[in-house]
């Protein structure tokens, strides 16, 4: 308890109260434009805060983390540009929100669903660390093959008014998961002799490519597919914050942020993978699920609160065990070792008077988050006040430099390019999207699973043999399956009602 009023304290000194603000905007910022991510924003700061009191440096990478995890949402939700991999999900039902003239709902919605995930992951990573770690140790490549598959039948759900398309669309993207080389042998696969494509499809540009240049091809042939601008922005001026909406759905951001959290402990899990499942358990736990995909504020309340409640999960293996749970908790415990910090007891122990303002200064920093987002989402949304050619133009320079800046390579804007080319294409034929994502980031997961499980037992059959037969594996094998019955089990009934 000593530690806990010296961490908050501490974290509210002025100099770090001003450290906080600066992270949250930069990370904002960061989130906010296509391309710069949270682990770049952060990646760049680390030598701005090692001039800085170890705390104080460290409370101003956790504003950045925090502030991108939203910043995201941002362009997801009013041009169908996610800044993040993460913050696509949050366009689903975001961007079309926007285009029936409610941006400014959506933008607080965002806003408030990122500041309770943020403050339940605040909870977990404060009190419950040490257990949870340990917990995550339990998952090995066997259970990361049953975690990926789970996510693979989210497709189902998301879907299920043609699940053939949806399934069309996650094969296509396990087409994109397996170009680069074999995890196995070390070959070279469909690279078409392309020295740049050995690494496989690069994760941001990917991304990028099917939801930003398929929209933007779509806003250019398609004039229906913009903003209705006058509409937008007197529904814009029109919207005033009421007090329900700090918190609508209490049992969604709950729920959806504990899922988020323990996919955040789950090393390499990643937030792409917590903000669909959020999403999934959302539109599970509705009572109007059909409206989803359409425009609903629950669509945006489950993927935001569970992608932010991925920060306190990710920091709590990286902390107690030295396992960074995504690509950020990796580069922040590069700057926890560069401030002379090792992951492990002595965090919470020894250099507690480090270690707890930080905890703290992340609860802060989704604070000023919130205060912002609610402050400034009519400004925000009035990005939509912007004549359509200076904003396809803008999106497009964006796009491009964001996918240049993640490698430093052309290669990544013309990998982009295509991507987006096939989106709209696939956009055209009514080919979900959002299945083509899930199987671009869960089929190599769930590969390189069961790779290492075949070496490490043997042969094939032995290698299935002990994904069936292990506990955690089975429960989520069942929680696929059940994912899978779901929609006709749906279909079914409603037709059984009918009759």
Not at 30 to 58: C, E, H, K, N, R
Not at 80 to 89: E, F, I, R
Not at 401 to 424: D, H, K, P, Q, T
Request: charge should be positive; aromatic fraction near 8%; hydrophobic fraction near 50%.
């Amino acid at each position: 308890m000593e530690n806990i009023l010296m961490g908050l304290t501490t974290a509210l000194s002025p100099n770090n109260l001003l450290a906080a603000v600066l992270g949250t905007v930069l990370g904002i910022a960061f989130g906010a434009m296509p391309g710069l991510s949270a682990t770049m924003g952060i990646a760049v700061l680390i030598p701005v805060s090692y001039g800085m009191d170890p705390a104080m440096g460290l409370i101003l990478l956790a504003g950045v983390y925090v502030g991108a995890s939203y910043g995201g949402s941002i362009s997801a939700i009013l041009v169908n540009t996610p800044g993040t991999p993460s913050a696509a999900a949050t366009g689903w039902d975001g961007h079309p929100l926007a285009l029936k003239g409610h941006a400014t709902e959506a933008l607080i919605e965002s806003a408030v669903a990122s500041f309770w995930g943020t403050f339940i992951g605040f909870i977990g990573l404060l009190t419950i660390a040490p257990s949870l770690a340990s917990f995550s140790l339990k998952f090995s490549s066997q259970e990361n093959v049953c975690l990926a598959i789970f996510g693979l039948t989210i497709i189902a759900t998301l879907s299920s008014k043609n699940i053939v398309k949806g399934l069309i669309g996650g094969v296509i993207g396990l087409l994109f998961g397996c170009i680069g080389m074999d995890p196995q042998y070390g070959y070279a696969r469909f690279t078409f002799g392309q020295m740049s494509l050995l690494t496989g499809f690069p994760t941001v540009p990917t991304i990028i490519g099917i939801y930003s240049i398929s929209q933007l091809l779509s806003m250019i042939v398609d004039r229906d597919a913009t903003v209705e601008v006058e509409s937008s922005i007197n529904m814009v001026n029109k919207y005033k914050v009421k007090l329900k909406d700090l918190c609508r759905y209490p049992f969604i951001y709950l729920w959806c942020s504990i899922v988020g959290m323990v996919v955040g402990i789950i090393p390499a899990a990643g937030g792409s993978i917590s903000a669909f499942m959020g999403y999934s358990e959302a539109r599970r736990l509705s009572k109007t699920p059909e409206k989803f995909g359409t425009g609903h504020r629950e669509g945006i309340a489950g993927p935001e609160s569970a992608n932010n409640a991925l920060i306190g999960g990710s920091l709590i293996p990286m902390m107690t065990l030295g396992i960074p749970g995504n690509a950020v908790s990796a580069v922040l415990m590069g700057a926890l070792m560069l401030h002379g910090l090792t992951p492990g007891n002595d965090l919470f122990t020894v250099k507690a008077h480090i270690t707890y303002p930080f905890i703290f200064g992340i609860v802060i920093s989704a604070l000023i988050m919130v205060i912002l987002g609610l402050i400034c989402a009519k400004q925000f949304a009035k990005v939509n006040n912007i004549p359509e050619n200076y904003l396809t133009a803008g999106i497009l320079v964006l796009t491009v430099l964001g996918s240049f800046a993640c490698e430093n390579s052309y290669a990544s804007v013309y990998i982009m390019l295509f991507c987006g080319v096939i989106g709209y294409f696939l956009k055209r034929l009514h080919v979900d999207l959002s299945a083509v994502v899930l199987g671009y980031i869960l089929g190599p997961l769930a590969e390189r699973g069961l790779t290492r499980t075949i070496i490490r037992t043997g042969s094939v059959g032995a290698g299935l043999q002990s994904i069936v037969t292990r506990p955690i594996c089975i429960v989520l094998l069942l929680a696929s399956l059940i994912s899978c019955a779901y929609p006709f089990v749906k279909k079914y009934l409603a037709r059984k009602q009918a009759h």
